[in-house]
């Protein structure tokens, strides 16, 4: 399930993420943050780059997080993590 954080997380990534290829630049297919593995690491690896783009000279830098997940496998239509609660 997501904390707070990880949703933050997989929500920022909702709206900013992209996937490109690297060498040429095209547009791929988006992927989704899956909030039971992604997520979760999504978040500190954020918080970290945050801070070390800050100390960082290069004004536009380019950072990679490896999902295979998301790519495989559909997104489902509900939020899993209430039912799971219940």
């Given at each position: 399930g997501l904390?707070?954080?990880?949703?933050?997380?997989?929500?920022w990534y909702d709206?900013?993420?992209?996937?490109?290829?690297?060498?040429?630049g095209a547009q791929a297919k988006e992927l989704w943050v899956?909030?039971?593995f992604v997520a979760k690491a999504l978040q500190p690896l954020?918080?970290?780059?945050?801070?070390?783009?800050m100390e960082c000279s290069d004004p536009s830098p380019k950072y990679?997080?490896?999902?295979?997940k998301s790519a495989i496998?559909?997104?489902g239509p509900?939020?899993?993590?209430?039912k799971f609660k219940k």
């Open positions: 904390s707070e954080k990880s949703r933050e997380a997989a929500q709206e900013h993420g992209v996937v490109s290829d690297y060498a040429s899956c909030g039971h954020m918080e970290h780059l945050e801070k070390a783009t990679m997080l490896w999902m295979t496998q559909p997104r509900e939020e899993e993590w209430p």
